[in-house]
């Protein structure tokens, strides 16, 4: 056994500790991983009820097998380590969410998707195993073979099962640059199609895109590349989402690519405009810039954002590729905010946690991820949150469930699998040390 991995079991064996006695006491607890939370902040958040179980430390990569181009990772490992790690080693986890310190424990307990998505989905559909801590305190591994409705059901389940505390999931081959291409589209239709094209394709390494505006839709499309003509970077003074709009074609250095988002965490800054100034981030950049900075600075400034009415509309809608027109429809129309980040994300096989209900309406096997980063919400007269909301359950779709979530009990259940939710919920937790799904989510409306 090597240090790590016996230092992995011992602290793990601590945590189990921790939940047992929590149980035995009939206490209510959260998990706290340490980093920032990629959630957004909601005054007296429920999320963080109860008791601490503090798991991070667990936050090493505790195995790299090149041959098999698999990695073993605790949940703490964010993707900024990960990516480095792997890189250096010629490999990559399939799917690196943008934001360096999205966690490993956070993509799959949480959500993800990133520009390999159009082909293998999430982090989750790439991952074969995970070691478990149940809020019974028992230490369990599950996999596709061994407990597989736990193995499913810990995905998404934002961490009201039991404590993820290590992930075994696969690589793929990585060369150190990627060469962009960008193609700007003035018509939707002629950038549906498209978009559609290269995904059925499969003729690139990455595919996503980003809608400038009505009339300015970029598709971006990528290619590992092994020598540049020259490299460009995006991590200081130069802002990467308008540079898509502004070239034809890029070279990045992969770990770049990976990370091209995170110093504006998409495009937040420009909730802030100094931000986007060439002066202000040659002088503050590295202190200000990068999601991690800009998360814990609205942190900082919680006490002041929750003056407004209600937090700007940060939110995920995954909608059924073949009702993609129908909600780029309402969404230019009504909804009216850009830029809009687009990600084609392909569902291997229907997910146990989405309900038979809702599965029968999806009914797709592409899913089209439109991502909203910053829309006010302060008129008092719409709930762009809820209009989001209702939209999204109206087309089949599913949203993430990291901010403001309005949904009924009975919707809610409709749209999720509370037969199988439930089944696990009793198998690990049986005493209810994590709360239940939709009470975590939805207290604070
Ligand atoms: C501004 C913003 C931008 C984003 N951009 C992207 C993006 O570009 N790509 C993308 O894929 N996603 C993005 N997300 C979504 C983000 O990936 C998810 O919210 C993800 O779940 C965050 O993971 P985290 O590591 O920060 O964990 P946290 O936010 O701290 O936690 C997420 C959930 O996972 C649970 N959890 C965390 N660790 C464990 C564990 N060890 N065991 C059990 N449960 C656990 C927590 O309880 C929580 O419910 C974004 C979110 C925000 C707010």
Redesign the pocket.
Known sequence: MTDRSSLHAHEVQAIAERIRTLAANGERA??E?G??????PLPKDP?FAGRTVD?SS?NRVLEIDVEKRLAVAE??V?FAELARATLAHGLLPI?V???E??????????????SMSYRHG??HDTSLEYE?VSGAGEVLTCSREQNPLAFEM?HG?????????RATFRLVPAKPYVHMTYVRHTSFADFERELRAHCAQGDYDFIDAIIHSRDALVLCLGRFADTPPYTSSYRHLEIFYKSTLARREDYLTTEDYCFR?DTE??W?TATFPPLEWKPVRWLLGKRLLG?TNL?RASGTLAPLLALKRRPDV?C?VFIPARRFGEFWEWYSRDFDFFPL?VVPYRVPAMYPWIGPEHAARMHDELFIDC?I?GKPNGDPSVDWSERLEEKTYELGGIK?L??RNHYSEERFWSIYHRANYDAVKRQLDPRGVFPGLYE?LHKVG
Not at 159 to 165: A, P, S, Y
């Open positions: 959260h998990i991983k980093g920032v939370h990629h959630f957004v999320r798991v667990l949940p703490g964010t799917v969410p943008e934001l310190g999205i966690t490993v424990g956070g993509a799959i307990a949480g959500c993800s998707v990133e999430g982090f478990i810990i389940s934002y961490g009201t099962l039991g404590v993820l505390t988002y965490c998409h937040l999601s998360i940060v995920d980040w991502a980063y993430t990291i901010s975590k």
